[in-house]
């Protein structure tokens, strides 16, 4: 499907049918982020609007990992972390994909409130993510903040987490 959505575009001496974009734009017509960049459209004569272009995207999984299905899922971690993935803990220590998935499954359940998120595309297939996070656990009532910083990558047709460093902060 990729090659022809693709093979479409390349096709059309510049102009893409609008709903055909919009398909593609929303996720509906699977496409590899590579193939849908500003530059490679612009590089065929396509000229698309920001309002078409993905701003987030990574949030939805960043999101996932916080949300309490996710975190005691050892086969759904194993998926959002890559394999060389690493973590700078809160502790001061380095945390590797399977350290996370061995202790994130039978960790307090929390409860997250996630401000001031924000992406910045390092290349096509590398993206920073940085936000604050208010924690609090839901058995003994402790709340904490952290900033929070990440790096997503594009690697076999998906993205996956390759580091992760949460910082306590002042409430």
């Known amino acids: 499907m990729q090659g ?14 609008h709903l055909l974009w919009e398909q593609v734009a929303a996720g ?25 272009m993905k701003k987030e995207l990574v949030k939805q999984f960043e999101l996932d990992l916080l949300d309490p299905t996710t975190r005691r899922s050892p086969q759904k971690l194993a998926t959002l972390l890559a394999d060389d993935f690493f973590e700078f803990t809160q502790s001061g220590t380095v945390s590797t994909k399977q350290d996370v998935i061995d202790a994130l499954p039978t960790s307090p359940e929390e409860k997250f ?59």
């Open 113 to 171: 409130n996630v401000r001031d998120y924000q992406e910045k595309k390092l290349t096509d297939n590398v993206v920073l993510v940085h936000y604050i996070v208010d924690r609090l656990v839901i058995e003994s009532n402790l709340k904490r903040c952290t900033l929070c910083s990440s790096v997503w990558k594009y690697i076999d047709n998906r993205w996956q987490m390759i580091f992760f460093q949460g910082t306590p902060a002042k409430n």
């Open 4 to 17: 022809v959505v693709w093979s479409a575009f390349a096709g059309r001496s510049g102009s893409v049918p």
């Open 28 to 52: 509906s017509i699977p496409v590899a982020p590579k193939m849908v960049s500003r530059e490679r459209l612009v590089f065929c004569g396509l000229h698309i609007s920001d309002k078409y």
